[in-house]
């Protein structure tokens, strides 16, 4: 009887897909913090430059 049931637990493949999603998702994650690592001053440069081509205004809105 509890042999059965340590078979059916081996045999068991439910959770599988969730844990190979969770795998896929931590290494999209791990990309995406190493590309920000390797990419971060260029991209602080390009936003900086974005920003530099809006109007800067000290006066808060009328309202």
């Known amino acids: 009887m509890m042999t ?3 078979k ?4 068991e493949e439910e959770g599988q897909g969730m844990t190979e999603y ?9 990309a995406a913090v190493g ?9 602080k440069a390009f936003f900086e430059t974005i920003k530099g081509k ?4 000290t006066t ?4």
């Open 4 to 6: 059965n049931q340590i």
């Open 8 to 11: 059916r637990f081996f045999k």
């Open 22 to 30: 969770g795998l896929i998702l931590g290494l999209v994650a791990l």
């Open 35 to 43: 590309a920000l690592v390797f990419l971060g001053d260029e991209l």
């Open 54 to 57: 809006f109007p800067s205004s």
């Open 60 to 63: 808060p809105p009328a309202g």
